[in-house]
């Protein structure tokens, strides 16, 4: 028997192939949306892909599993809480799938969803490891709030949160201190806030150090998991219901892209107004020309995330690069989430005719009261670690929604804790603002401010 760990460093997302070396037989745990590295692998093992188990509908990133069901004929299998509209087979307490020496058990455990499940893997008759999916994490369990408008079944924070409790307690904690712990994320996700840097665990060291599994009353677990999660994405909804149904196969969504002239202009005028550009080159060439209408989101480990934040679901947007292949790097990004479909055109870019200013930090530390501060960091993360007394915070997320709250009587400088979120947010402001008053980038010059 086999366990093989798949890692998405982009979206912090695991996913799992289970092999039985006896049968060669393979079930795979939350696949991602390419399915090349789960074919890849069973080819490796001279194995077949029997099942494919998802653990809930995902929010934070697209499923290949309806993909893997057609190429591969395996079975799909998910809680029958989760409504699926695909050809599926429901896997909720008591129920077990066997191949080889192994048996797959499922478990219920709600909380991060109404329809989440856990798998335990019992191999030669003893437990052997647990698959966690977005119920428990390393050092934190999954948070409560992604369900209350999304999904086959639907439930408030503060239900989700008591289910959580119960799950935790009832159905992961009783496992045996060596079971191993396999969660479906890891930092850097916002499907929780305070997750661990390592990949597994076990039960009995997640007794010890994950705060979620400390002995504490019902209320005062509620209170700790709704307080300071992460924002949600625009995206995540729109995931939730485009898993439950099953998505496009990969390659046939992503050949349908249509690209467009290679002088940094879209081949339609109409195309060009009508839509935002997404332009991810470098900050310091967007900011020595660039196209009106656009926004400068880097391309970087987290570009898809920031994408499906800023980006509503079914708006469309011109999807700007450098280079070709800088250019087929990006879409395959945005299939990740599912926003492939939204792109209107793809184009290379090497410059535009707006530029805007440079900032300068003498200036700036000489007299900061002559500029209109804003921030674009998280609201906790702004409250956590103030940098400018007057500031005024607007999260990257609620930019192009808020950005009239920002005055414009004076100089705009933007900042975050690093420049890839200021950038995109000084292009969001100059843009909406249209030259009535300059807008600044303070950019990595920020750090000289975080050391103070």
């Known amino acids: 028997m086999k366990i093989k760990q798949f890692e998405d460093k982009g979206l912090a997302h695991y996913s799992y192939a289970i092999l039985s070396e006896c049968e060669s037989q393979i079930v795979l745990i939350d696949p991602s949306r390419n399915i090349t590295e789960y074919l890849e692998y069973a080819k490796e093992h001279d194995g077949k892909i029997i099942g494919v188990i998802e653990t809930h509908p995902h929010a934070d990133f697209v499923s290949g599993h309806l993909e893997l069901h057609k190429v591969t004929g395996a079975i799909l299998y998910c809680s029958k809480l989760v409504g699926a509209a695909y050809t599926h087979q429901g896997f909720d307490d008591g129920d077990v799938i066997s191949f080889g020496k192994i048996k797959l058990k499922s478990l219920n455990t709600p909380g991060h969803s109404p329809d989440s499940i856990s798998i335990v893997l019992e191999h030669d008759g003893k437990d052997k490891a647990v698959f966690t999916g977005d119920t428990l994490f390393i050092g934190d369990c999954g948070r409560p709030d992604l369900r209350e408008n999304a999904g086959n079944v639907t439930a ?244 192009r929604e808020r950005v009239k709250e920002i005055p414009i009587d004076k100089p705009i400088a933007v900042h975050c804790a690093s420049g890839y979120r200021s950038a995109a947010g000084t292009s969001i402001v100059a843009d909406a603002i249209h030259g009535t008053a300059l807008v600044y980038d303070i950019s990595d010059d920020i750090k000289t401010f975080l050391e103070h």
């Open 156 to 399: 408030k924070r503060e239900e989700l949160a008591v289910q959580m409790y119960h799950s935790l307690r009832e159905k992961l904690m009783p496992l045996a201190n060596e079971v191993i712990v396999y969660p479906a994320h890891g930092a850097g996700t916002l499907c929780g806030k305070a997750l661990s840097d390592a990949n597994h665990s076990t039960i009995g060291a997640e007794k010890i150090s994950n705060w979620s599994l400390k002995e504490m009353t019902e209320q005062a677990f509620i209170k700790e998991l709704t307080a300071d999660q992460p924002f949600v994405p625009k995206y995540f909804p729109y995931d939730v219901g485009l898993n439950k149904e099953g998505a496009n196969d990969r390659e046939k969504s992503l050949s349908a892209v249509r690209f467009g002239a290679s002088d940094g202009k879209s081949s339609s005028p109409k195309v060009q107004k009508e839509f935002v550009i997404i332009d991810t080159r470098p900050a310091a060439e967007y900011r020595k020309g660039h196209h009106p209408n656009s926004i400068n989101l880097m391309y970087g480990g987290k570009f898809e995330t920031w994408l499906g934040s800023i980006v509503t679901p079914h708006e469309g947007y011109i999807l700007a690069a450098d280079s070709q292949a800088q250019l087929e790097l990006l879409i395959e990004k945005t299939a990740k989430i599912g926003y492939e479909t939204f792109i209107k055109e793809a184009i290379i870019i090497t410059g535009g005719p707006v530029s805007d200013p440079e900032f300068d930090p003498q200036a700036f530390k000489a007299n900061p009261e002559a500029y209109t501060i804003l921030d674009v960091r998280n609201p906790a993360e702004a409250k956590e670690h103030p940098v400018f007394k007057h500031a005024i915070n607007i999260p990257l997320y609620q930019l």
